[in-house]
């Protein structure tokens, strides 16, 4: 991935992630906010409630206290109090209900059996209960009504006061008002939000039983979790309710028990709050944050671009201009853009480039002073040696003419011959400093590494099966195509060179092995190795260096031949050793490049 890239991608993942980071931020404490309206909401409803109520409760109350004290009331009482027939009363409550407004009304004797009842004319005798409830405070309680079905009302109880003080109570008047849609109604509810209210007529769930102001259709299962958790539990319950597929039609829904006298739970007042508003204010955030996140990218590409015109670029030409460097182009300039850090960096590019030329000069200078100066001292040396038999057999080949022409003749002879030997070794020496010294330029062509090894190793095989001790050969070549651009004859040359080395190395037998194979990344490997004595490791250091041998009788020149020849083909040679453990010299070449379809000279 190039800088360029990475600025674009890390310019782009910081603006999406800061933006997505306020996003959710924002929309997170908008949810919390509009929780908090919500509930704020709901409380203040459910005091309204509370105090319509309680209104509700002090007019049934008020009413009940004006109808025990009336004075029809009062002689009724005096009547059944006196023998008086309670049959004659059984319209009484009805013509009561109308006058005071009363759905729910019914009169009880002193026993609490019903004289007269407005709802349910028919339970003339039944014994009510709520009779005991005289004097307390309005409470729920659930009616039965003559279709069978029950209803929940506000209810109150009084007694009817006597005519004789001192005489209990013979009657008793038990009078509410119906708990359903009409007294919602008269709530103000928040805009947004919808009331229901749940009859818990039964112990099973029914949706039947949910109804709402307006008469409105309502999917009573929806909130069924809510009733149920408040009808078990008698305390409120508050959830998330979702009405539809859709997440703007959900709610905040707060289930809010009514009890009884008794505290069953008779009725759940239940406040739906729509979340739209919520929902709506998270999608405008997020719409917001998504073009602001997409303006931040289309910003990030920009500043990409600007600063790999002003970074990127001159950096890759930096690298461009070293790799230029690396292979050999050393007044190789890059240009220099503005005054800021990258171009003084182009600018000490240019100047260390400046400095490996004038440096490479007077290197090469000095490593041709040198290199002439260790040939000469090298030269001399190697021809010391023959030169000194020669002084000898020239000298006593001038005191011999002095002696008889027999013995002259027989030390002419003698010296002759040596004069003969030492210099054709004075010729060798001379041309192997010559071949050296004038190595010739490489002539690539295309051909397999296959081939070559293999003509190597057939060249010098008559040779290793002829050595005593025996060397057994031994070679692995790759089964598929190794294709290099190289000089046949000098790389024969070097590969030969190695195999002579080898079985010099082994004067008493042993394993030469030879290998071709391809290496991962286009580069082959050849290598050659035996089973000799080994090289130190200091000797496998200086191994490749001009006239540095290991042998008695070497010049040094064999492996830096080698070592040139490889390099005249942009390779490397390299040896693996230790002491006892034989040596392996391995020669790594760059493959034919297929795709530039042609020889490299």
Known sequence: MSLRQKLLLMFSATVAVAVAAVGWTVSIRVRRVFDQLDQQQTQLFARQFQREFQHRADDTAAALDRLASSDRLTRMAFDLGHGGEPALYLNEAAALAQEYRLPYLEILGGDGNIISSAQWPARFGYLDPAFNAAGHPPFLKEEAMPDGSTQTGLFAVRAV?????????????????????????DLPVPAGSRVYLYRNSAPAFDPQSLSGIDDDSVDA??????????????????????????????????????????????AVLLLANSRRGMVEVQRHIRAIAFGVAGIGILFAIGASLWIAARVSRPIEQLAAAAGEVALGRWDTHVPVHGNDEVGALARSFNRMTSQLLEQRGRLVQSERVAAWRELARRLAHELKNPLFPLQLTVENMVRARQLSPADFDEVFVEGAATLQSEIANLKTII????????????????????DLVLR???????????????????HEISPSPLMVSADPELLHRAISNLVLNAIDAMPNGGDLRAAATGKPGGAIEISVSDTGGGLAPEECERLFTPYYTTKEYGTGLGLAIVQSIVADHRGKVSVESRPGAGAT?????????????????
């Open 221 to 266: 299962s929806k909130y069924r979790l809510l009733l149920d958790a408040a009808r078990k539990t008698g305390n409120n319950a508050s959830g998330i309710v979702y009405v539809t597929s859709r997440r703007e039609d959900s709610v905040n829904a707060t289930a809010i028990p009514l009890k009884g006298e008794d505290g069953a739970v008779l």
């Open 456 to 474: 190597v190793l057939n060249l010098y095989k008559p040779a290793v099966q002829q050595h005593l001790p025996p060397i057994t050969l031994q």
């Open 161 to 185: 006061r006597p005519v004789e003080p001192e005489t209990a109570a013979s009657l008793y008047v038990v009078g509410g008002t119906k708990l359903d849609r009409d007294l919602l109604a």
């Open 431 to 450: 041309g192997r400093f010559s071949d050296f010294s004038k190595m010739p330029k490489p002539q690539p062509e295309l051909l397999d590494a296959r």
């Open 585 to 601: 010299f391995i020669i790594e070449l760059p493959a034919f490049d297929e795709r530039a379809g042609e020889v490299e000279p």
